[in-house]
């Protein structure tokens, strides 16, 4: 296994569709056993493939609950089902999300509080996630970045986009080749 380099917003890959999973090969499951060592190094609650430049189908995610309970898992090529977001401006304290690929930055957001996730795990076998909370933002995130869509693209309050834009210039982001190796950049912390 190994640690890939996550790809940092302005990336073309990040900004398009990605393909289908057709076949499991031993090269997707190395990917993926890559991706988990990749999240959890940076750290991270998720990551899909193309955050380490993959344009495929394929997402992970690991989050432990207040509990401490662990949930863990791979999907390739899902499918996401949401209940529609509560109307409003998100929370500042409860609805803040970051981004691997947007790294350091956190802003609000307002998500579904309900997600059911389908698709398959690496041996071909189904996958059905039905989760609220914290587990639904973050199938919702992960899914967004397999349509090309990063979260601070779906910021709707002005004053974080012009926010956004400014680190963006400021930290050199938004063009193709930039990326960060989790363990030594250590961007997230």
């Known amino acids: 296994m190994a640690i890939l380099p996550i790809v940092i917003t302005g990336d073309p890959v990040l900004h398009r ?10 090269d997707v499951r190395r990917l993926v056993a890559d991706m988990y060592e990749t999240m959890d190094e940076a750290p991270g609650v998720g990551l899909a493939a193309p955050q ?14 207040d509990e401490g309970e662990p949930w863990r898992g791979v999907v390739i090529n899902p499918e996401l089902w949401i209940t529609p977001p509560v109307p409003g401006d998100p929370d500042e304290d409860e609805e803040v999300e ?9 802003f609000a957001l307002r998500r579904s ?8 795990d690496l041996e071909g076998a189904p996958v059905r996630l039905a989760v609220d909370g914290w587990r639904a933002r973050i199938l919702q995130h992960e899914f967004d970045h397999l349509d090309g869509t990063l979260y601070v693209d779906r910021l709707t309050h002005p ?9 963006v210039a400021e930290q050199g982001w938004g063009k193709p ?13």
Do not use: K, M, Q
Not at 17 to 26: I, K, L, Q, R
Not at 98 to 106: A, I, K, N, Q, T
Not at 177 to 189: A, C, F, I, T, V
């Open 177 to 189: 080749g930039l990326s960060w190796l989790p363990g030594r950049d250590n961007l997230e912390g």
């Open 98 to 106: 970051g981004c691997l690929s947007v790294p350091g930055e956190r």
């Open 159 to 167: 004053d974080d986009r012009d926010e956004l834009e400014e680190i």
């Open 113 to 120: 509080e309900r997600a059911i996730v389908t698709g398959n």
């Open 52 to 65: 380490v430049g993959v344009g495929l189908r394929i997402f992970v995610y690991s989050y432990e609950d």
């Open 17 to 26: 569709p990605a393909s289908p999973v057709t076949e499991v090969t031993d």
